[in-house]
């Protein structure tokens, strides 16, 4: 079946500086992956859709500048946190859009814990 | 704008008891819903989507176009049913983005 691997699963970081998280299709190829932020006890938040190739679009009150993504392959797409702070901790999870036997459907990453000092 | 309404934040039924959990959406032409399913420490994955019309893990779900409502039914819950489900409507814009509902936690109790 088809999977999703995101790395780092969890990271610490002090405030100020920047995390990237990799977000990959393992045996599949993705022409578009969605960014999640989620709460605890709480619903996904989508971020932004990833386009291979393209500039990636931001739901609304989502800082571009701040969570940069780069989809730069048809399996690979990253998320950077600049200059993370406090409350930017969350827990971050990508998905990719790909084609199962009953039509195209979402697979989910396993997600990254975000801490911020 | 289009949206998916879980009313239930906590469902708590016994072990064996039909469980129902409920999904609304706003209408707008032919939806494609899912229900989505996490289980505690474990990634989302795909539970069924109303086009398959099947049943996995003893779990239905039936698109009542009438009410706007997608359901997720068992008949007779089991303990390792407990987990957050949430329900989706695929976005009818080019990237297909999924809206979700809140969730609904459910506790199946022995």
């Known amino acids: 079946g088809a999977v999703v691997s995101q790395h780092p699963s969890w990271v610490i970081c002090k405030s100020g500086t920047s995390v990237k998280i990799e977000c990959r299709s393992l045996d599949f190829q993705a022409t578009t992956m969605f960014w999640y932020r989620q709460f605890p006890k709480q619903s996904l938040m989508l971020m932004a859709t990833s386009n291979e190739g393209s500039k990636a679009t931001y739901e609304q009150g989502v800082e571009k500048d701040k969570f940069l993504i780069n989809h730069a392959s048809l399996t690979l797409s990253t998320l950077t946190v600049t200059s993370a702070h406090p409350e930017d901790s969350s827990f971050y999870i990508c998905?990719?859009?790909?084609?199962?036997?009953?039509?195209?459907?979402?697979?989910f990453g396993p997600g990254t814990r975000l801490l911020v000092l | 704008a289009q949206r998916v309404t879980q009313p239930e934040k906590l469902l708590s039924v016994f072990k064996g008891a039909p469980v129902e959990l409920k999904c609304n959406y706003s209408?707008?032409?032919?939806?494609?819903l899912f229900w989505y399913v996490q289980y505690s420490r474990q990634r989302l994955q795909l539970l069924l989507r109303h086009i398959s019309r099947e049943s996995i893990k003893g779990f239905t779900a039936d698109l009542n176009k009438g009410e706007t409502s997608f359901h997720l039914k068992k008949p007779f819950a089991q303990e390792e049913d407990s987990a957050m489900y949430y329900c989706a409507r695929a976005n009818a814009g080019n990237n297909r983005k999924l809206i979700w509902g809140l969730g609904t936690s459910l506790a199946v109790n022995p």
């Open positions: 998905s990719a859009r790909g084609t199962s036997g009953e039509g195209e459907t979402q697979y």
């Open positions: 209408y707008s032409g032919s939806p494609e």
